[in-house]
Structure formats: structure tokens, C-alpha cells
């Protein structure tokens, strides 16, 4: 279906529908001259193009149907340009929304195609809105996204023009908006503080260039330290394997059967193995873990002795 739905976009010169480039203002211009050429259809068109698409999958049907709400999806995308988002990714957006009005879309009902498609084309833009707001995701619940697109409205409604909202303005938000305070609240603190760049200049009257990263300190580990680590690791493997070699074999499957591997095999499991005690297998797990302690740490001992 949505590869039908697609095809319906082609027009009949087979170019398909222009996409608007993001950002590109003279793209997006000759965007919305093209789609102005699209005729608007009557409701008795509308009507018959609908049924055709849904009875008969007539995909011209559906291509005349969508090039004909094109300019509404750039109409609704212009309401939301003040939120950081080009216009053109909007009308990107939107037509998404369009063409999965039309999936739905039941014309026995008795409405509109726009008044459907509408809350499709909508419901797309206040996603790629939301997910572009933002690195930390917002507006995950229905009235969070309520508060997220009218808040602004609710303010100017309220006379509230403060920044910053006390617990009273923000339940007088809330109570306009029928939601929460605390969702207000909260809503409004992460829309007022957008995300930093990193990269930033610490003070706007700094001229040596110093950015926000290099300012902070660095919690981490020194080179130093890792590096340290590192070659103990190395030597402490080297010498694991070294003393390892020295027990019998016995001594050292048990060993590295109880101590040197995961999950650890158990003292049953090995006592079968082996046709002896579990008590027995224990005692060779110690003695032997004992031995190959005592070797390493004479020899680390000696070596820092040298030193």
C-alpha cells in the first residue's frame, strides 16, 4: 500500500512531485510554484477520486486527490516556522502525513479529505518538530505535547510575560490548557533551555576562543594512570600464564575450571570429571591457587627488590 501510495505521487510527465531541499529558500519557492499549478478539486471530485482510489486502487485517482492538498500541507507547515525547523523539512514532514491521510481515508464518511488529512499532516510536523528540538526527548505524553505547542498561546491569552513561570502563572496555564501543572512546569523549563553546543565560547567577551568544553574539568583517569594500568594488566597476564604452565596439569584444569573462567565449574561437576572427592578437588583448587600466588607475588616482589 505505501508503495502504491507513493507511486501516486508521480506526475504525468513522470518527474514526480518536486521535494522541497532543506533550507533553500529558492527551492522551496519553486516548490510552491510548481504545486500552485495543481488544480483544487470540488467535493464532487474529491469525492469521486477517493472512491476510486479506495474501491479500485486507481492510482491516478490518488495522484490527482494528493497534488490537489500539497498546498495545504505548506499552509500548515508555515504555522510552525517559528520553531526552529526549515520549512521545507516541514513540508517534508507533511506530505508524509498527506499520504498517510490517504491510506486511511474512508470517503463514505462524508468529510473532507482536507479536514482528515489535517490532522495527519499535523500529527507528522509536531513529530519531526519534537525530535528536532531537542537531543533529550520531549513531549512524550499527549498533554506534554499539548503544553509543548500552546504554551505560547496560552501565555498571550493569560497576559503572562514572564520567562520563568511561578507556581501560580503555571496554574492558570494549566487550568486553561486542561492539563497538569506540574507537565506546564516542566514543559516550560526544557523549552526555555535549549541545548548548548559544547563548542561555544564560554563568555561572549572572551577573545582567546576558549569554548564551554575546554573550561570543564576532566574527571577521567590520567594518561599516566591508564597507562600504568594497562602494562600492569599485560604483566599481570604474562605472569598468570607463566606460573600456570609450572603446576600439573591436574592442578591446573581444576584451577582454571573453578577460578579461571565463566560460569565456574562446580566442585561435582569436576569431582565426576576426575573420579575423586569433592572435598578433594577443593583442597587441589586452594593448593594450587596458593602455589601460583605465592610465585607471582615472589617474583613482582623481586623484581621491585632489583629495582
Not at 500541507?73 to 491521510?101: C, H, T
Not at 491569552?157 to 520563568?164: F, Q
Not at 569431582?271 to 572435598?279: D, F, G, L, T, V
Request: net charge neutral; glycine share 6%.
Amino acid at each position: 500500500m505505501t508503495k502504491q501510495i507513493k507511486n501516486a505521487l508521480v506526475t504525468k510527465s513522470g518527474t514526480g512531485v518536486p521535494v522541497p531541499t532543506y533550507g533553500e529558500d529558492a527551492s522551496l519557492a519553486g516548490y510552491i510554484r510548481t504545486i500552485a499549478e495543481f488544480p483544487i478539486l470540488s467535493a464532487e471530485q474529491e469525492y469521486e477520486y477517493a472512491s476510486k482510489w479506495v474501491n479500485e486502487h486507481d492510482e491516478t485517482a490518488a495522484e490527482k486527490l494528493l497534488e490537489s492538498h500539497l498546498r495545504l500541507v505548506v499552509s500548515v507547515a508555515y504555522d510552525f516556522r517559528n520553531y526552529g525547523i526549515p520549512v521545507g523539512e516541514l513540508v517534508a514532514s507533511g506530505n508524509m502525513g498527506l499520504m498517510q491521510a490517504l491510506q486511511k481515508f474512508d470517503p463514505e464518511r462524508g468529510f473532507r479529505f482536507s479536514t482528515y488529512a489535517m490532522f495527519w499532516i499535523r500529527a507528522e510536523i509536531y513529530e519531526t518538530i519534537l525530535n528536532n528540538w531537542s537531543i533529550v526527548k520531549i513531549g512524550t505524553s499527549a498533554n506534554q505535547k499539548r503544553v509543548f505547542f500552546n504554551l505560547a498561546r496560552a501565555k498571550r491569552a493569560l497576559g503572562i510575560m514572564d520567562g520563568n513561570l511561578s507556581d501560580a502563572q503555571a496554574d492558570k496555564i494549566a487550568a486553561y490548557l486542561d492539563v497538569p501543572a506540574e507537565d506546564v512546569k516542566r514543559m516550560s523549563t526544557r523549552i526555555v533551555a535549549r541545548d548548548l553546543s559544547l563548542n561555544a565560547p564560554a563568555r561572549t567577551t572572551e577573545q582567546d576562543g576558549a569554548d564551554m568544553l575546554s573550561n570543564m574539568a576532566d574527571t577521567g583517569d590520567s594518561i599516566v594512570d591508564n597507562v600504568e594500568r594497562h602494562e600492569m594488566m599485560v604483566r599481570g597476564g604474562a605472569l598468570l600464564k607463566k606460573h600456570l604452565a609450572t603446576l600439573p596439569e591436574r592442578d591446573r584444569e581444576i584451577l582454571r575450571a573453578r577460578r579461571l573462567q565463566e560460569p565456574a565449574a562446580t566442585l561435582e561437576v569436576l569431582a565426576k570429571k576426575y573420579k575423586i572427592s569433592r572435598e578433594r578437588v577443593r583442597q587441589i583448587e586452594e593448593h594450587a591457587y596458593n602455589k601460583l600466588r605465592d610465585a607471582i607475588l615472589a617474583e613482582t616482589t623481586g623484581n621491585t627488590n632489583d629495582k
